[in-house]
Each structure stands twice: as C-alpha cells, then as structure tokens.
C-alpha cells in the first residue's frame, strides 16, 4: 500500500508540470454572455482587422454599425498574418477579420444578425466562430443592386471539423 501512494505521489509530482504546459498551448475556451449573466445589455464590440483599401470592408461595417454593435477597425499590413493567428482556414477565407471581447472570431460578410445570435449561444470549446468564405453578392457589404447569391454561414473550429451553421437563401435573411 505504501508503495502505491509514492507511486502515485512521484507520478503526481511528474504530471503537474505537464499539465501546466498543455493548459497553456489549449485553446481559449469560449462562454457566450447573455444579458442574464448581468443586470444591464452587454454591449456588444468587434475589432475589425481589414486592408486600408478595401471598401466592402467599410461597407460590412457601416452594416455592423446600423445594428448596434460597436467596431474599432484597425488597418492591417499583412491579413494573411491574422487570419493564420484567429485559426481561420485557407478555404475559409474572406476579406476582413472581426473578434469579440470573448474571443469569437466572425471572418468576412456575416450579418449582424447572426453575430448576434452566435453570441447568445454557448458552443463547443472546438468552435470558435462564424465564417462566411470567399465575398457572396448580396452580402452586407456586398450589395450590387438586385444580386444575390445563396450561401451558408460555416463554423470556424480549431481541428478539422466543418459545419454549416446557417444557410442563406434569400436577401431578406440576412436582417
């Protein structure tokens, strides 16, 4: 019996520095807030990593604006660079990168809407974020005249799993 308990109590002592380790290489974790969690409206904010140039981009945000989340857009010099720091697959790619207070990453034209309910929901620790690839016709921020192009709202996750969290297929979804 002695044995086992320094066993155990040297295998203890061996584990701990490693566990510490792995804990700090883990993703972030993510909690959705609702207004239960408070006594006032959490106020919703994205920092918005986007290309100086590209107008879509201030497009998707005035967008973002009109729905009562607040932005701080921030000029990036290299978006390649951001999107591989937020974990957001080539395939997943679209112009801007938006991120939460929380964490939550939301990658190109997803309406505010959907923003919004993400946030309200808890997810997966795997999942973190909305992405809607490439740059739709119709999208917020994409507008050009009477086009649109039906497409799906995917989850971003940290492995290889994928997933449509929502599909869009007319205009008037998106509001």
């Not at 697959?89 to 505010?112: D, I, L, M, Y």
């Not at 309910?117 to 999208?139: D, N, R, Y």
């Not at 917020?140 to 005249?145: A, D, K, Q, R, W």
Request: hydrophobic residues 35%.
């Amino acid at each position: 019996m002695r044995i086992i308990k320094i066993n155990s109590s040297v295998l203890l002592a061996l584990a701990l520095p490693l566990m510490g380790a792995c804990s700090e290489q883990s993703p972030q974790v993510h909690k959705a807030t609702s207004s239960a969690d408070s006594p006032k409206k959490q106020e919703l904010k994205l920092t918005v990593y986007k290309d100086k140039n590209c107008g879509c981009c201030k497009g998707w945000i005035e967008h973002i604006h009109q729905s009562d989340i607040n932005t701080k857009a921030i000029d990036a010099d290299d978006m390649g660079l951001i999107k591989s720091q937020y974990q957001i697959k080539p395939n997943q790619r679209s112009c801007h990168t938006a991120v939460s207070a929380n964490g939550f990453v939301f990658e190109g034209h997803v309406p505010a809407k959907f923003i919004k309910q993400f946030l309200s929901e808890k997810h997966p620790a795997h999942i973190i974020g909305l992405t809607v690839p490439a740059m739709p016709l119709g999208t917020p921020g994409m507008e050009m005249g009477d086009a649109f192009h039906k497409y799906n709202i995917e989850f971003i996750t940290t492995n290889t799993t994928t997933g449509v969290y929502k599909h869009i297929s007319q205009y008037d979804e998106q509001f």
